[in-house]
């Protein structure tokens, strides 16, 4: 059992809270962990700030990237932010966590074998929007070709740039769900 938090618009929030996660937005986009719903998480031996805060952060910048013209689609003012409390109920046979060191090494091994593969425009421009990641994209190559295995949830300590600025080291730990129907409870909290 996992709670997550997501982070958006007060407006999307709610519908969310009202119908749940809409599964028309993937896998038209891929970020770090594939197509999915993502979630930060607790992860209790880092010292990251809380998922919730985290949640609320994402949603900001994100906000800041439509008012500025970053994004596909423009968001009209100061939007209200959101963020969305979620439980996802999954079997550890059905989980990956990249922190694993075995998982972690497996992913790069299948990685470096299809490198070739990795930078070929049809591989890479699938007309998705600027979220597209390629370890994403690499994951669900495999996953398409039957050489990782489709996992409800994927979980990784990963760094989202909330102040615009990059970094090598995680800043949180992010869920992404790919099997909706693990997400037994959904609740707006702000």
């Given at each position: 059992?996992?709670?997550?938090?997501h982070?958006?618009?007060?407006?999307?929030?709610?519908?969310?809270?009202?119908?749940?996660?809409?599964?028309?937005r993937?896998?038209?986009?891929?970020?770090?962990?594939?197509?999915?719903?993502y979630?930060?998480?607790?992860?209790?031996?880092?010292?990251?700030?809380?998922?919730?805060?985290?949640?609320?952060?994402?949603?900001?910048?994100?906000?800041?990237?439509?008012?500025?013209?970053?994004s596909?689609?423009?968001?009209?003012?100061?939007?209200?932010i959101?963020v969305?409390?979620?439980t996802?109920?999954?079997?550890?046979?059905?989980?990956?966590?990249?922190?694993?060191r075995?998982n972690?090494?497996?992913?790069?091994?299948?990685?470096?074998?299809?490198?070739?593969?990795?930078?070929?425009?049809?591989?890479?421009?699938?007309?998705?929007?600027?979220?597209?990641?390629?370890?994403?994209?690499?994951?669900?190559?495999?996953i398409?070709?039957?050489?990782?295995?489709?996992?409800?949830?994927?979980?990784?300590?990963?760094?989202?740039?909330?102040?615009?600025?990059?970094?090598?080291?995680p800043?949180?730990?992010?869920?992404?769900?790919?099997?909706?129907?693990?997400?037994?409870?959904?609740?707006?909290?702000k």
């Open positions: 059992m996992f709670i997550a938090f982070g958006t618009s007060y407006q999307n929030a709610q519908a969310i809270e009202h119908h749940g996660f809409a599964t028309e993937f896998p038209n986009w891929t970020s770090d962990l594939g197509a999915g719903v979630g930060y998480i607790d992860d209790p031996d880092m010292p990251f700030a809380p998922p919730e805060y985290n949640a609320t952060q994402y949603a900001r910048m994100k906000m800041r990237m439509h008012a500025y013209g970053h596909s689609s423009r968001t009209p003012g100061n939007p209200r959101g969305v409390q979620f996802v109920d999954v079997e550890e046979k059905d989980f990956c966590d990249f922190n694993d075995s972690m090494i497996r992913f790069l091994k299948l990685k470096k074998r299809i490198e070739a593969l990795i930078h070929l425009p049809r591989l890479m421009d699938r007309g998705a929007s600027s979220r597209d990641n390629e370890d994403g994209i690499v994951i669900e190559w495999l398409k070709h039957r050489k990782f295995q489709d996992y409800v949830a994927l979980a990784m300590e990963t760094y989202t740039p909330f102040l615009a600025r990059s970094s090598n080291f800043n949180g730990r992010e869920i992404c769900i790919r099997d909706l129907t693990h997400i037994v409870e959904v609740r707006l909290i």
